[in-house]
Each structure stands twice: as structure tokens, then as C-alpha cells.
């Protein structure tokens, strides 16, 4: 079972997580957390690794609706969002809402599953799409 939704992108690494930051607040996430994976294993591990970024995105209203349903469902709302160097282009991945209701088999998360998708697919695409950046 796939988990993740990715796109690959052309752009260098800095523009790629300022234009993730600004598609996700389109579909209404906030950036909640941001963690540099990068410079955290570099300081505590002195590892060098690729540019990595997780993003911790939230949209306010799917996620109470999340919660209503069930209490436990945080462990699996989706909202990392991993932006990060795969060989010369930048990766963008987020957890695939749909995972909620695979694992957790109740229906009534399904539509917050679905508009959930929807809007990570929507931000997913916007930066797919040739603009006047390229």
C-alpha cells in the first residue's frame, strides 16, 4: 500500500519549500512546525545528509472533524509534509490522507480523508504547474 503522494520538482531546493509553504496555505494549512532534518543530524549526529525539511501542515477544520471521530486519529492525521533533495531535483511528499481510513477502518473518516486528499492534491499540483517561474 502506498502511503505517500510526491511530486518531483526542477527547481533548487529553497524555492521549492518557500512555493510548498505558499500551496499549502492556499488549501488552507498552516505550518505548525518546521523541522530541519538536515542541520538537526548535523548537530547532534555531525551526519551530513541532502536537504530535508518535514513540515508540520494542519487545516484547522479537518482536523477537528478528524477528531470528533475519533480521539486516537492524531497519531495519524496527515500532516507531515517532507520537502526534500532527491539526486537533482526536489522531492514534496505528503501522507496520504486515505491511510487514516485504511488503517483505522472507520467510514466516517472517509470524508475527511477525501477532502483532506483533495486539497493536498490540489497544492501538489499548483506546484507542478508552469508559471511565470518556470
Request: proline share 4%; hydrophobic share 45%; net charge negative.
Amino acid at each position: 500500500m502506498r502511503y505517500d503522494r510526491t511530486v518531483h520538482l526542477d527547481s533548487d531546493f529553497a524555492t521549492a519549500l518557500a512555493r510548498t509553504r505558499d500551496a499549502l496555505a492556499a488549501q488552507g494549512f498552516g505550518i505548525l512546525t518546521e523541522i530541519d532534518v538536515t542541520a538537526t543530524l548535523k548537530a547532534k549526529l555531525d551526519r551530513d545528509m541532502e536537504d530535508y525539511v518535514i513540515l508540520g501542515a494542519c487545516n484547522p477544520p479537518l482536523a477537528h472533524r478528524a477528531l470528533e471521530t475519533d480521539r486516537s486519529i492524531g497519531l495519524l492525521l496527515p500532516c507531515n509534509v517532507v520537502v526534500r533533495r532527491d539526486g537533482d531535483r526536489t522531492a514534496v511528499q505528503a501522507l496520504d490522507p486515505n491511510t487514516m481510513v485504511a488503517l483505522t477502518e472507520i467510514d466516517a473518516l472517509r470524508p475527511v480523508a477525501e477532502e483532506a486528499t483533495r486539497r493536498l492534491d490540489a497544492a501538489l499540483a499548483s506546484l507542478t504547474a508552469r508559471g511565470p517561474e518556470g
